[in-house]
Structures are given as C-alpha cells and as structure tokens.
C-alpha cells in the first residue's frame, strides 16, 4: 500500500499574529514557519502505518512557494520515503489545492491520501474533503483513531456529540485530527539522511489547472480589541463582581 | 434567487445550530428554503417547516440517510443546487464534513465559518484561529457558506407554516459504511456550547489538582477547559484543550486558572463574554484580557472560590 501525505507551511502556532498596516493580509516576513500542526499527525500514522508493515512507501506532498521546501524536507526527516513540491505563488484556495492534489493523484496512484484536518492559517477546513469528491473517493475527517482490516479502512471521527466509527474502502482520503497520535520528533541522523532523499519539483501551470482564486479578500483587521479588566483583591470581591456586575453567576 | 439551508438534526429533532444557520440564511436572501436528508425524520421535517424564516422544506428518505454520511448527502444537495444562489449549514463537524463535497462538486469555492454576512456576495470571517478577521467576497456565481452558530442568534422555532415537498433519494454510496457512534453522554455541558468554561494550566500541577477545576466546573454548571501545556504535561486529556491548536469556546463566563495564557490558549477563548484569570504571576498576559483578574495562590483561592459560591442563594444555570 502507498500512501501520499500532503503537507501544508503555515506561520508556526505560537507566533503572534499581526496584521499588515494596509489592511492586506498578516505579516509573513520574518516569520517563524512551520508544518500545519496536524499535517505532522498525518504524516506520523502514515510512518506507523509503514513501519507496521502495512505500507511500503510513503509520499509527502506540498504545495506552496518554493521555501515549501523546508516543510516537505521535515516530513522527509521523521519518515517519509520521497517528496513532491508543487510550486505555486500567491494565496491558492483549498479547491485549487485539492485541483492539484488530485493531479498528483493520478499521476502516483496512492491507495491512501492522509492530510490534517485543518490548516490553522486560513482555518478552512475543506481540502480534503473537495479531494475527495473530485475523486469520488470515500471520506473520513477528524480522524482520531485509524485500523486497516481486510484492505478497508475503520476510522474513528471526532464529532461533536462525541466519536463516530465508520468503515471505507480503498483507495481513500483521510483527514487527522491532533488526538490521533503523538507526532515524534525528527532525530538528527535522520534530518541527516533525509537532505539525501529525493523531492520533484513541479509548477502549478504544469499540471494544467486553474488555480485563480475565485474569493476575493477585500481586508484584514484585527480582532476588536478588549477593554481593560480590573485586578479584583479578594475571592469575595472577585464572586461579588460576577454576582452583580457581569451578572454571569 | 433563493437560499438553501441544510438542516442538521438526530432523525426525530432538529439540532440546535441549525436554528442559528436558518437566522444567517435569511440575511442573505428573504427565501430560505430548508433541505432534510434522513431516514424517517418526519417529526425533524415538521419543526423544521414551523421555522421563523424557512419559505419551503425539502424532504429526502432513505434508509441509508439515517447517519448522515456525507459521501451519501452531497449528491441530493448537487442535484438541488441548480435553483439556488446560496447552500448555507452550520460550521460544526457536520457542516464542515459535508460543505466541501458539495462546493467541489459545483466547482465553488467554499467560504468557511462565517461570523457575519455583510452583503450576500461578501462576508466577514476569522483566519487564524480569530487573530484576524478577513471580509472576502466571493466571484463564483454560486456560493457554498458555512456559519459559526455562536455568532447567529437562534431563529424562533414556531411561526412558520412552510409546505414540505418530497424528493426522491439519490444513489447510495457504497464506499463507506456507517459503523457506530458513541455519543458522549455527560451530565457536563458540551466544550463548544457551554455557558460557562472553567479551564486549568500547568500551575494546576498534577492531574490529581484538576478535582479543584472539576469542583469549581460542577457549582457553576461549567464545562472543563486546559491549556496545552495542561495537556501537554498529561494532566488532562486533550479533548479539553482550549485554543489554536483546540476548540475556539465563546461562553458567557471563562475562568482560567493557572493558565499564563500563551497566545495559542488566547486564540481559543478570548472572544469570551467574561474572562476571570486567577494566577500568581501577576505579569501573566491572561490578565490583558480578563475582565476580571486576580493575583493568587490557586490553591488557596480557589478554595475560597468555592466557599463563596456556596454563600450564594442562587447560581445561574
């Protein structure tokens, strides 16, 4: 079985967001960058998954600017076999996104296709779903626990009443969610072997499909701000507050 | 031309949210009409038509309707799609499994989790786990939207009197198979809905000192939050996790206790009506945001806290 794992640089999660003084978007420059966090849960079941015999190659796959890189290089370093990087520049829309992952689907024929749930940038939540019905491929989102049984596929999703199980077949998409494991950290032998590792390297235009963004981002503000609390001095004042004031309790 | 809503609901009743959803549908156009996907939701089907703001109700049966796998929903909505401008649902798990199936299908490019419907082409919407809102404006001719519930008030359940009109089943989809869902039954309020979160950090300690959290969050009819580093030290399971990386909870009360309030735990809770911090770092930067703060040992003010509580003729539930 082989398995595709698309991986997404987004600003690492404990940055400070600042929104450009224009209004166009948030600053990047200077920015620590770092793979969407539960992309790193989807690569670590895909190596779990290999290294149970159950999968014999896996494939990292980006798409971004060339610094893109960088993130498919770290997915190299904890596991994965080769990479592929689509070169796009400029902000590309999940349904674009899912537009090329389904060309480079075609092209490596995977059994399995795993991605995050989410990317914590644009907050959109879609890829992998749009890829999924660009394939007609069964869907399982928000997985937090994944069994292979008899070349199917029972995903346990987390929903908001609590767990669902649903069995798939082969060949399928897969969305992680952070509880679905532990993502390990890259030893430095192995950020070592992995610079040897081979990445493809490919342009948008190459794979023939329109990645104009059809969503037009008129501006970006920052959240409004809150008006300064107050220091209460005691518990009672503190519950006297809440009782009478916010009226919450 | 008109909206068209994607009721949530259990088969017998309507899920809550979709009450909200119905609200936004009708900020964008007048004439909302509501879709039903399921399996003997007659009942589900009948609220829906007494909905405030719902013109029209369309009802789809089929026994493999009944789990609301979406590999099965999307065809019946594609096939519908062709009489309307908007396809709106909720931005919770069932909304977000759903939407994108149906906005690939229509070649559209989904908006996601909307707070606030500014013209019916143009939205408003946080990125960044809400560090930044984006007002986008979408050019496909047909829009796929989902809505935060939170930021929509519930529609009134009664006053309307729409027609229900049945409409045939599409093909199953034989690829996935609902196996089983195990609802978590609590007598806590859900994480995401709760009224009221009171959450614990690493100044708790040890997952032993939660039982100070639990006993606060049982008093005050709260859910139980963390932060990260709450979770990362393994006191408390990451389902709780509250942040960036967690659940985004917008209750009317937040209480943080021992939580430093790193800008990843912010991102998750700092839309909050009321925020109380109890630490005894006075720097910590969750007291930037609290409306209410209070420089203390924890283990001695929660405690206290309790104490308080119990003073009290009532506590709002």
Known sequence: ?249 | MSVLLIAEHNNKELRPFTLNAATAASQIDNDVHAVIIGHKCEEAAKALSKLEFVKKVIQVEAAYYENFVAENFAPVIVKLASNYSHIISSANTFGKNLMPRIAAALDTSQISDITKVIAPDTFLRPIYAGNAFATVKSKDTKKCVTIRPTSFDPCESSGGSAQIEKVEASEEFSKTKFVKREEVKSDRPELGTARVVVSGGRGMQSGDNFKLITSLADKLNAAIGASRAAVDAGYISNDHQVGQTGKVVVPDLYIAVGISGAIQHLAGMKESKVIVAINKDGEAPIFSVADYGLEADLFEAVPQFLEELNKLNTIQK
Request: charge should be neutral; charged fraction near 30%; glycine fraction near 4%.
């Open chain 1, 1 to 249: 079985m082989k398995i595709l794992v698309a991986v997404k640089r987004v600003i690492d999660y404990n940055v400070q967001i600042r929104v450009k003084e224009d209004n166009s978007g948030v600053v990047t420059d200077n920015v620590k960058m770092s793979t969407n966090p539960p992309d790193d849960n989807a690569i670590e079941e895909a190596v779990k998954i290999k290294e149970a015999g159950k999968a014999t190659e896996v494939v990292a796959v980006s798409i971004g600017e060339e610094k893109a890189q960088e993130t498919v290089r770290k997915a190299l370093a904890v596991g994965a076999d080769r990479g592929i990087l689509v070169k796009t520049e400029g902000v590309v829309e999940p349904l674009s996104v899912s537009k090329l992952l389904q060309k480079i689907v075609e092209k490596e024929k995977p059994d399995l296709v795993f991605m995050g749930k989410q990317a914590i940038d644009d907050d959109c939540n879609q890829t992998g779903q749009m890829l999924s019905a660009l394939l007609n491929w069964p869907q399982a989102t928000f997985a937090s626990k994944i069994e292979i049984k008899d070349g199917k596929l029972e995903v346990t999703r987390e929903i908001d009443e609590g767990l669902e199980t649903i069995e798939i077949n082969v060949p399928a998409i897969v969305t992680c969610d952070l509880r679905l494991n532990e993502p390990r950290y890259a030893s430095l032998p192995n950020i070592m072997k992995a610079k040897k590792k081979p990445i493809e390297q490919l342009n948008a235009s190459d794979l023939g499909v329109d990645i104009s963004p059809r969503i037009e981002q008129i501006k970006v503000e920052e959240p409004p701000k809150r008006k300064a609390g107050i220091k209460v001095s005691s518990v009672s004042e503190l519950v006297q507050k809440l009782k009478n004031e916010a009226k919450v309790i």
